[in-house]
């Protein structure tokens, strides 16, 4: 056993600098060589073998993007531009009724920097044939911005404490949110999309992205082998894996308020579980949600269109930009 835990340790002393360095130290040449690298393909005879249970999902086209992995093992659909007709999902989602609750927070400097265009962005493109209400966690109210909503829009403030650790504000998050889920959330939208302030909506971001358990492939990692995922290593964590299926980021997760309230919870017992081990996860709430989704798999998988850093660079496989990571600047904006 000691033997087998050293092995890993060893693995993932030597490939984490390996990944680290690809992110974002490797020169634009490097980053573009790393884009030739083939995802696997879907392996479905025909669309109605997806699992989803999405019935507007019957009108993918899983074959019109030959270059992109459009399917999971699974059977869950990977959401590509050119994929899917627009305007389809916007008329299934309203005769169903779908609403949406988005979740936000901005905390200390955060919400100066990133809140109001985030929020203005998302008016323009976010879900805008549907039902939509904010909440905005933050530990100013008084200074959240006031945003033109369209109609069947609308803004809710939570207060919540300013931990002095940004980690543990990333991590605490998931309490807030499974919080928020139980006594509003539940009883007034069918679905629930929780994301990070510094990204900035660039284009369309609709019903299509609906599901009921949806993960996103993180931009940095989803060319790159399996093997450089920088999932956590260390046994002693509740978020350790030896290997998973993607890595997803936590900029974005979403799905029924069901499936949210119970990812939500989960990573918080795992949380919590290692604070009184004294442990900590090595990307924090990230590698908590990479261990969920590796357990319970989502039945919906954006593609990296969705929360794109074009530090990366030029990617064949991109062809429209639906949001953008904002520019970082975190020595100020993570320190008092």
Not at 77 to 83: A, D, F, H, S
Not at 114 to 142: A, G, I, R
Request: aromatic residues 14%; hydrophobic residues 40%; charged residues 20%.
């Amino acid at each position: 056993m000691s033997f087998q835990r050293s092995k890993i340790i060893w693995k993932f002393l030597f490939l984490f600098p390996i990944a680290t360095s690809i992110m974002f130290f490797a020169p634009p040449s490097v980053r573009f060589l790393i884009g030739l690298i083939p995802m696997d393909k879907c392996t479905l005879e025909s669309v109605e073998m997806l699992t989803s249970g999405n019935s507007a999902d019957s009108s993918l086209d899983l074959w019109s993007r030959n270059d992109v992995q459009t399917c999971t093992s699974w059977k869950a659909p990977i959401i590509w531009e050119g994929m899917f007709t627009p305007s389809h999902y916007d008329q299934i989602h309203r005769n169903k009724g779908s609403s949406v609750a988005l979740t936000v927070f901005a905390v200390g400097r955060y919400l100066d920097a990133y809140l109001e265009t985030f929020l203005n962005s998302s008016e323009q493109h976010f879900m805008s044939s549907l039902p939509v209400t904010y909440y905005v966690f933050t530990d100013s109210p008084e200074l959240v911005p006031n945003i033109k909503l369209a109609p069947n829009r609308h803004l809710k403030v939570i207060k919540v404490e300013r931990h002095t650790r940004w980690q543990d504000i990333s991590m605490m998050r998931m309490k807030a949110i499974s919080d928020v889920i139980e006594s509003d959330i539940r009883h007034h939208a069918t679905h629930v999309f929780c994301f990070d302030v510094d990204q900035v909506f660039t284009g369309r971001f609709g019903p299509e992205a609906l599901g009921d358990s949806v993960a996103l492939l993180h931009a940095h990692y989803y060319h790159l082998p399996r093997m450089l995922f920088t999932y956590d290593h260390n046994p002693k964590s509740k978020a350790f894996m030896k290997t998973g299926d993607f890595y997803y980021h936590a900029a974005i997760f979403g799905g029924s308020w069901r499936s949210v309230k119970a990812l939500t919870e989960a990573c918080y017992r795992s949380i919590m579980a290692d604070k009184e081990n004294e442990v900590e996860a090595l990307w924090h709430d990230e590698s908590h949600l990479n261990r969920y989704f590796w357990l319970h798999k989502p039945s919906r998988v954006l593609s990296p269109e969705y929360c794109w850093d074009t530090s990366i660079g030029y990617r064949s496989d991109i062809q429209v930009y639906r949001l953008l990571w904002a520019p970082k600047d975190y020595y100020n904006l993570r320190t008092s």
